[in-house]
């Protein structure tokens, strides 16, 4: 990443990696479904299906569902909001695995998703592993998180038809009232034994969700309004951990004063692999303006360890950035223009130049992605590249520069 004009001051809030549980939701004997009452427990809830349509649940109006990316089957995070903090308590996981999930095939699953030692890379302390009546598992333990520390989990596990399902709960330092909410929305779980879904691989979760602590951060956010009334909630991702993060999505949930949902947004992050400690710059849109009623935003993002996108991607060290410039055009439109080569040693496929720009106090206050002309550059070769900004949110005192690719290959003779 290039920087130009003047260096810029970053602050970091951090965010949360991975779906954790101090606490228990069960006891040995407790049943996972709950007698009804002349008053349910889900009364003032929402139904919440998944697009698929393989599982169904019950939620709280307030929670936020964000689906998180695997190649095997679908996962989605819920995240809600205890006071200033937003918190992923609960996380659903549905994989076809195309057999009868039989007693035999429910435990290897089981053993698949937990096995004794954490493939996630994180300490691992298995509390215990208890069969309920219904025929599902549930595994309680720690997790230890390089930034967030242990982590009480409860993990309920449990097979219909062909489908495997794992519902990871973090019961950290949740109170009463937040187990209560939590048990109801396990108990109204269920799994579409129809639903069409690609037969998959049980996989243990390698993925990040978010809360305001943990290994993923945003860096110099801001909001603001364009000339056509689009909302836009502007900043930086960092990967704060030491790994790279791959399909990382955002989104931001607008409220009003009595934390009432008004609009969400997400989008993908443009840099598509984040190495450590890298940040990429983002632009969250709300095409419809701002509510009026908006008072404050919260900013999710979700990502997973760099599996498949790592193989082909052609990071920034593989180019080199010369003769660029900020300038405003005659129409009055900011402009960041150079040359850039491919140094590396790989054709070069699909090249962007994702810019961004910073006022004087340290926030992104507009982002563009932009492909260079030539679909590919061969070693040595150099090119052009021109992005213009027709919107900003505050005055340009500086801009970063990154440039990234994919590899492709280097035809014969």
Not at 172 to 178: I, K, Q, V
Not at 305 to 320: M, R
Request: net charge negative.
């Amino acid at each position: 990443m290039r920087a130009r004009l003047v260096l810029t001051v970053w602050y970091v809030v951090a965010l949360t990696l991975a779906l954790a549980a101090c606490g228990d939701l069960a006891g040995d004997d407790e049943p996972l479904i709950v007698v009804a009452t002349s008053a349910p427990a889900d009364r003032d809830f929402v139904t919440y299906e998944h697009p698929s349509g393989v599982f169904v649940l019950r939620m709280p109006p307030d929670w936020v569902a964000g689906d998180l990316p695997d190649p095997n089957g679908v996962r989605v995070q819920f995240t809600s909001l205890e006071g200033d903090q937003a918190m992923t308590r609960l996380s659903a996981y549905v994989v076809n695995t195309g057999q009868p999930m039989t007693p035999e095939a429910l435990a290897q699953a089981v053993d698949a998703y937990q096995p004794p030692d954490d493939m996630a890379a994180y300490n691992w302390s298995e509390l215990d592993r208890v069969g309920q009546r219904d025929g599902s598992q549930r595994i309680r333990g720690v997790r230890t998180y390089p930034a967030l520390g242990p982590r009480s989990m409860n993990i309920f596990l449990q097979g219909d038809g062909a489908f495997f399902s794992a519902l990871e709960v973090d019961v950290t330092g949740a109170d009463e009232e937040t187990l209560h909410t939590l048990r109801t929305v396990i108990n109204t779980f269920r799994v579409n034994v129809d639903a069409e879904l690609e037969v998959g691989v049980v996989q243990q979760a390698r993925v990040g969700v978010t809360s305001f602590s943990g290994v993923v951060a945003f860096n110099g956010y801001t909001a603001w309004t364009d000339r056509d009334g689009t909302f836009h909630i502007t900043g930086e991702v960092i990967n704060t951990t030491a790994s790279p993060l791959e399909a990382l999505r955002l989104s931001a949930v607008l409220y009003d004063s009595q934390d009432r949902r008004l609009a969400e947004q997400s989008d993908i992050l443009s840099m598509d692999v984040l190495g450590p400690g890298q940040g990429a710059p983002f632009d969250l849109r709300f095409e419809e303006g701002k509510p009026p009623t908006t008072v404050r935003y919260d900013l999710n993002v979700a990502a997973r360890d760099a599996l498949y996108a790592v193989e082909t991607f052609y990071g920034t060290d593989n180019f080199v950035v010369a003769n660029d410039e900020a300038v405003y055009n005659d129409r009055g439109n900011l402009v960041v223009r150079g040359e850039l080569a491919n140094v590396g040693p790989s054709l070069a496929t699909a090249v962007k130049i994702i810019v961004a720009i910073w006022n004087d106090q340290g926030q992104v206050v507009a982002t563009e992605t932009v492909f260079v002309p030539k679909t590919q550059l061969v070693p040595q070769e150099a090119t052009t590249f021109e992005v213009t900004f027709y919107e900003l949110g505050g005055a340009a005192v500086t801009y970063t520069l990154t440039v990234a690719g994919t590899v492709g290959e280097v035809p014969p003779g």
